[in-house]
Structure formats: structure tokens, C-alpha cells
């Protein structure tokens, strides 16, 4: 079972650990889920991301070989640009979503624990005569999320950066090594869990003195540490895909609502012409929705609702749930799933079946409203 270098913090901290997304033990709770979601709503929670796969391209074709190959633009993007994007089969279909982050003298990609491997062979194999080198740096390297309406105003504080506030969503800066810091650490703007956060990269043997001056300078802006169960939740109650729950290898990313992954004026890229003949020429089958189960469920009922969960309107089956979770922000059992296009539209009724039987509920527009 592999751990991040977080693990003994955590320990000390008094984590609960559980298996998670592949073979990773993560902390999934510090306190309790509900008190570390409210955390990240209304002050700043910090977590561990380094179980998610980090990718590092360098040579004088990266953007330009990155850019024929996945669905979003790259060669346009300057020093501190990101984006985000998918690489696809040749049927369109999600290999990996990823995050790019273009550098001073590299090009990072972030993306789900799942893909790691998958992601890094799939780029590998299309290097032929670029001038390109792929290497897989989620060993050598760790990453830390700071969420929340306090984030800026605590990584400013503790990386001496000013212009944080300004920053679009996946845009990057860097703090150069120094006295403080041995190794550079790069910020990147993530707000995944629908409040402002940052991602801070940085080298695996620094993550440790990250962690604690990031709690040390925290304690002034209420910092909670927070772990993946509330991580989940805020993530479900902002409408945001993840990759081996909304996003796998049978979903079309207009199916899941991806335009922003997609450049759709830019050249040829795998699986290009299945996804602009579905946009300009067709529509979806499905899409990916949000569930509000009905007020007299209890969270209980909301835990039984798994992945694959049936979605019925009626005596038809019309989708099935991805994700499902309480949700503290909205006091109610929530599910993301998908369904199909009759019964998209926000206020149609469904039943999803469960070991207990059926419970009704409401389609939701992503992200869930308070």
C-alpha cells in the first residue's frame, strides 16, 4: 500500500486512513467529515494531495506535441498559464482528464491516481522524433490544497506572493528557493471544491516544513486539516467530475458537461472528429446531472447509494448515479449521475434504486445551489 509523506503528520494528527483510489492509503479523516467540509466553506482547510499523478514534460516541442495530441489548446499558453484538458481514444472516449500548468521550462500535468500510469504510457507512446522527454515525478515530488475563503490570504502570507487574488483558475506562480524554502514551490489556482483554493507543488523531502508552516501561519485564519471524505463532499456539492466515478473510459466529455476541456477551433487531435460531430451535429445521449434526494431521506440512505445505483423515471430506467454523499452545505443526501436527456432539464422527478428500495428525487443543475 503506498503512502504519501504526509503519512506520519497525519498520524500524529489522529487521521483515520482508508484505502483509496487504487492502492493509496489516504487520510480520510481528521475530526469528522461534516465540521472539516463547514471548515473549508467558511474559513481554510488544508489538505494532501500527493496520491494524484504528477507528469513533467521538457524539450522544445512540449507545448506543440501536447497541443496535437489532447482536447484543449497548449501552444497558446505563456509561462504561468494552465488549463485543463482530456486525452481521448480514437471513439472519443476519456482516457484522462488532466490539469496543466505551463512552467518557466516545463510543462506539469496533474490528474487522477487512476490514470497515472495509463496517462504517462499514452503520451510516451506518440513521442517519436519530438524533441520531448516524459518523465512521472509523483514519487519525487508531494502536493498540498489550501480551499477556502481564507486561502489566499494564508498562502500569500507564507509564500511572500502578492498577486495571488488576480490569478484565473488554473494559472500558476512560483516561489524561488531560498532560505525558507530549499526547493521551488509552485501554486496553481484549483478551485474544486467551489471556494478559492490553491495547489502547492513542491518537492516530496519539503512537503513535511510545507505542511507546517502552512498550519503554523493557518492558526490565525481557523486552518482545519481536512480529509477525503469531506474532500468528496465538497467536490459533489460543487458539481466537479472525478475520474473513476463520473469520468471513465465509456464517457464522452460532452456527456459530462466538458466544453472547457475542449478547443473546438483549434487542429486535429485523437478522437477530434467524434466529439465535434456530437456538438455541431448531433447531441448527447445523456448527461451528467445532480440529484437532490428528497428531505425525508437520511443520510443513511444517501450512504447505500453506490456507483452504478439505477435511475428510473417511472417503470423506465433512464441513468444511473456516479457519486452520492451528504451534503453539509445543503442538509440533504445529494448524488451526481447520469441521465438521460429527457429528464436533463432542473425539477424532474426520478426514483434511484437501492438494497432498501427506491428513493425518490429531483435533477439538480450542477453545481448544487445552498
Known amino acids: 500500500m503506498k503512502t504519501t509523506p504526509l503519512y506520519c503528520i497525519h498520524e500524529q494528527l489522529g487521521a483515520a486512513f482508508e484505502k483509496k483510489h487504487l492502492d493509496w492509503n489516504i487520510a480520510t479523516e481528521f475530526t469528522d467529515a461534516v465540521s472539516e467540509h463547514h471548515a473549508v466553506r467558511n474559513n481554510v482547510g488544508i489538505s494532501d494531495v500527493s496520491y494524484r499523478g504528477r507528469h513533467q514534460l521538457i524539450g522544445e516541442d512540449r507545448a506543440k506535441f501536447l497541443h496535437r495530441i ?44 487512476e490514470v497515472t500510469e495509463s496517462l504517462f504510457n499514452e503520451l510516451d507512446k506518440y513521442i517519436i522524433a519530438d524533441d520531448v522527454e516524459l518523465s512521472d515525478v509523483t514519487a519525487e515530488t508531494g502536493a498540498i490544497a489550501v480551499h477556502g475563503p481564507k486561502s489566499t490570504d494564508l498562502v500569500q502570507s507564507v509564500l511572500g506572493i502578492n498577486e495571488l487574488a488576480a490569478l484565473p483558475k488554473r494559472y500558476n506562480c512560483s516561489r524561488a528557493a531560498d532560505s525558507l524554502f530549499k526547493h521551488t514551490i509552485v501554486c496553481v489556482r484549483t478551485d474544486d471544491t467551489g471556494e478559492m483554493g490553491w495547489t502547492l507543488y513542491t518537492a516530496a523531502e519539503e512537503l ?26 465538497l467536490r459533489i456539492e460543487a458539481g466537479v467530475p472525478r475520474y473513476g466515478a463520473e469520468l471513465t473510459d465509456a464517457v464522452i466529455p460532452l456527456e459530462a458537461e466538458l466544453e472547457h476541456a475542449i478547443d473546438f477551433e483549434k487542429g486535429c487531435y485523437i478522437g477530434q472528429e467524434i466529439v465535434a460531430r456530437m456538438k455541431y451535429r448531433g447531441h448527447p445521449n445523456r448527461l451528467l446531472r445532480g440529484i437532490e434526494v428528497d428531505s425525508d431521506s437520511t443520510s443513511q440512505e444517501c450512504c447505500i447509494l453506490r456507483g452504478g445505483a439505477p435511475v428510473f423515471k417511472g417503470d423506465k430506467e433512464v441513468g444511473w448515479v456516479t457519486s452520492a454523499t451528504f451534503a453539509p452545505t445543503l442538509e440533504k ?16 422527478r426520478v426514483q434511484i434504486e437501492t438494497p432498501e428500495g427506491s428513493v425518490d428525487g429531483t435533477i439538480a443543475l450542477l453545481p448544487f445551489s445552498a
Open 208 to 233: 513535511v516544513s510545507l505542511w507546517e508552516i502552512l498550519m503554523t501561519e493557518g492558526a490565525r485564519f481557523d486552518i482545519q486539516p481536512i480529509g477525503w471524505n469531506a474532500l468528496e463532499s
Open 70 to 113: 489532447i482536447s484543449n489548446d497548449v501552444e497558446s499558453l505563456s509561462t504561468g498559464q494552465g488549463t485543463y484538458a482530456t486525452i481521448l481514444t480514437h471513439r472519443g472516449k476519456i482516457i484522462a482528464d488532466m490539469s496543466i500548468s505551463v512552467l518557466e521550462e516545463a510543462i506539469s500535468i496533474d490528474t487522477a491516481p
Open 333 to 348: 443526501s445529494i448524488a451526481l449521475g447520469y441521465v438521460r436527456m429527457e429528464v436533463t432539464e432542473a425539477g424532474s
